[in-house]
């Protein structure tokens, strides 16, 4: 399969008619290196912070603003996630080659393939489960290549595994209780050793707001292994959300569910989404329901970008369809 263009943005992170690229090439080697300083591109990005640094740090001087407010301002300037040239080799053979791809603030962003394309690769790349071979991932601007998960976990990254991994033994809310005990850092052996490791009322309360928007609020009090696979895909989502994550990086979390858990968990995204700002990049095979639910959309095939571009755009492509979706809509 050669490289296919999709008219949208470009994988190198530079903006719609900008620089040398126009944001509607193939997959090129990058555009922004052959235009060092265009407006947009990473260097653009230094250049400008280094032209705003003396104000800023007026600003902090005066006490006029906080290293909240400055955060934020960084996190607008720069995409939430960044994927550059991500290539993974397993013995040899290239399970991800040169993948670029990026997630902006509350936005629901689709990654498609056939089976083995690469995407749950990509995922454990992205998480910190496994190193890529070359290439960069930045989270909120900033290299996080050499953290473990679980500090960038606590960058605010979440993920769902494609096989999931629950406690038997435990219920379902008990489960989101202790991603909430993971979140306020109020765990810990030597709490539940006094016997102070009870929820408060507040933990309960926020466990309990994130099963009613699953819609599993009935299930709170049931051993986890007397669910259903599809209700246990919700409680893994929850324990996700729990951690109000500023992204979530979903593997196949419809897979189980009938059509109206399916509906329903549409449903939460876009909600998680438009009302928490939550970005979330999702790995689904139903088609139906990436196109409802997201704005942006990669297709990989053989560990290579194929296409990207608006979704609508994207799952109208021949070349797409061929490769993919075509034998599901055919
Ligand atoms: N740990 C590993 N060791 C060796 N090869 C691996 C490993 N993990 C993945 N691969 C290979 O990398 C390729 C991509 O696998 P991956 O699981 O990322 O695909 P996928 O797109 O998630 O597929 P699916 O839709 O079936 O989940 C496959 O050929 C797979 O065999
Ligand atoms: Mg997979």
């Not at 104000?55 to 001087?61: A, H, K």
Request: proline residues 6%; charged residues 25%; positive net charge.
């Amino acid at each position: 399969m050669g490289v296919h263009p999709v008219r949208g943005r470009c994988p190198h992170l530079c903006p719609p008619s900008r620089g040398s690229c126009r944001g509607q090439h193939a997959l090129q080697p990058r555009c922004h290196t052959a235009a060092p300083r265009a407006p947009g591109t990473r260097r653009h990005h230094h250049a400008a912070a280094a032209e705003q640094a003396p104000v800023l740090r007026r600003r902090y001087r005066g006490h006029e603003d906080t290293r909240a407010d400055h955060d934020r301002r960084r996190d607008r300037a720069v995409s939430l996630l960044e994927a550059v040239s991500v290539t993974r080799t397993f013995a040899g053979i290239a399970a991800l080659h040169d993948v670029s791809l990026e997630v902006g603030e509350a936005e629901v962003v689709g990654l498609i393939g056939p089976n083995g394309a690469g995407k749950t690769t990509l995922f454990n790349c992205i998480y910190g489960e496994l190193r890529p071979s070359r290439g960069v991932v930045r989270f909120r601007g900033r290299n996080i290549g050499s953290l473990p998960p679980e500090r960038r976990a606590r960058l605010g990254l979440g993920r769902t595994f494609q096989r999931i991994e629950l406690f038997p033994g435990m219920t379902v809310r008990e489960h989101l209780l202790v991603a909430e005990r993971s979140r306020n850092g109020r765990g810990g052996l030597l709490r539940d050793l006094l016997n102070k490791g009870l929820p408060t009322p507040d933990e309960r309360v926020r466990a309990d707001r994130v099963l009613g928007l699953l819609g599993i609020g009935d299930q709170a009090d049931r051993p986890i292994e007397s669910t259903s696979l599809g209700h246990s895909r919700l409680v893994e989502l929850g324990r996700a959300l729990m951690m109000e994550p500023r992204l979530l990086l979903l593997d196949e979390p419809s897979s189980g569910l009938d059509s109206n858990e399916r509906t329903m968990l549409g449903d939460v995204f876009r909600s998680a989404c438009n009302e928490s700002g939550t970005s979330i990049l999702l790995v689904e095979h139903d088609v139906e329901m990436v196109s409802r639910v997201t704005s942006r959309l990669y297709v990989l095939d053989s560990g290579s970008v194929i296409a990207f571009g608006d979704t609508s755009e994207v799952l109208a492509d021949p070349l797409v369809r061929r490769a993919y979706i075509g034998d599901v809509l055919a």
